[in-house]
């Protein structure tokens, strides 16, 4: 345990090309408070959501919710664009394009449960997302093997973000060369680009982008610019979490695995769930109509009735004696 300490706090372990930190010149943070007042004011938005530590429970996100996240996206990204154009990063390779999609290898790590949600809306319409899904899984579960391989603690199943182990089984997954599944292998274009994980939108790799596979002998030479969000705004975003209380994994793939398994439960309850049965109604009498008279209730009604009614002609009975004979006389 001891060595393992002093490896840790001595030994050079494997950085990967988004763990690398950007500090934000004074000058460009004071020129982007709008930005920044506009993502706080979406997280805010989000946090006033009433019934938002409901979602674990009810499998249903609040009414309002995905409009405030997208609100808290689109923030976001114009922090992102706002700091790269005053730090001169408009020609830097980004992931989910076909200039930096090598950078698509290693998985994205630090993904929250609103952008998990949001990601998760996109691709539950697209006719391959079974095939999708399927894929996210198989590799969340891959690289969560690669993690344990590498971890010495007592429970596997207990490992701490800052963890040497996560660090190199991400490196160990990055090199076995899989493409995000998220991305179109014809195209090299991210297909969620619009609400795509927050580690991908704040990447620019400023070396060459042919280094950040993890296969290529540069990798560990890519020199990166990752702008993060601010520091207020990352604690904001952690206590929604927290509200939430989703358990999403904050690995990309195996926190798409945990919203597949927890819509399917939502599902599965919906047709397990016995159908109210309808409350008996009591007879009621048919209406009237044009053949059934309506009751009449005052005598002048009555009489008024009876005069519409055709009467039957009354003739006097025949007397034989007084009948005359119409015969003609001949």
């Known amino acids: ?45 989000l946090a006033a959501l009433p019934g938002l530590a409901d979602i674990a429970l009810n499998k249903r996100a609040p009414k309002g919710f995905y409009a405030a996240a997208a609100r808290f996206v689109a923030a976001y990204d114009a922090y992102v664009e706002a700091v790269a154009k005053h730090m001169n990063l408009g020609s830097a390779a980004r992931p989910g394009t076909p200039e930096g999609f090598r950078c698509c290898y290693e998985q994205p790590v630090g993904v929250s449960g609103v952008e998990a ?17 399927k894929r996210l899984a198989e590799l969340g579960e891959a690289q ?3 993690i344990q391989q590498r971890h010495t603690g007592k429970d596997p199943e207990k ?3 800052t963890d040497a182990a996560v660090e190199d089984g991400r490196a160990a997954f990055a ?10 292998p014809q195209t090299h274009r991210c297909r969620v680009w619009d609400v795509r994980p927050n580690v991908c939108r704040m990447h620019f790799v400023v070396s060459d982008p042919t280094g950040s596979d993890a296969r290529e002998p540069g990798f560990d030479k890519v020199v990166a610019r990752n702008i993060r969000l601010p520091v ?10 927290k509200r939430m209380m989703l ?8 926190g798409q695995r945990r919203c ?71």
């Open 175 to 184: 090199r076995r060369g899989e493409l995000c599944p998220l991305l179109d």
């Open 159 to 161: 490992i701490a973000m």
């Open 260 to 330: 597949c398994s927890s819509a399917r439960g939502r599902r599965s309850r919906r047709s397990a769930s016995p159908r109210r049965a309808s409350p008996p109604t009591a007879s009621r009498p048919p209406r009237p109509t044009a053949t059934t008279p309506r009751p009449r209730n005052s005598q002048g009604a009555r009489a008024r009735a009876a005069a519409r009614e055709p009467q039957e002609e009354v003739r006097p009975h025949a007397d034989p004696s007084r009948q005359v004979d119409r015969r003609p006389v001949p």
């Open 144 to 146: 969560f093997k690669e």
């Open 247 to 254: 358990g999403v994994a904050p690995f990309l793939n195996a």
């Open 1 to 45: 345990m001891v060595l393992a300490l002093f490896k840790r706090l001595l030994g050079r372990r494997p950085k990967m090309p988004r763990d690398q930190i950007t500090r934000i010149p004074r000058a460009v943070r004071k020129a982007t408070e709008p930005q920044v007042a506009a993502i706080q004011a979406a997280l805010d938005e």
């Open 117 to 133: 949600l949001l990601i998760y809306r996109t691709i539950r319409p697209w006719r391959d997302f079974a095939d999708v899904a």
């Open 232 to 241: 207020r705004q990352q604690v904001a975003l952690m206590q929604i979490e």
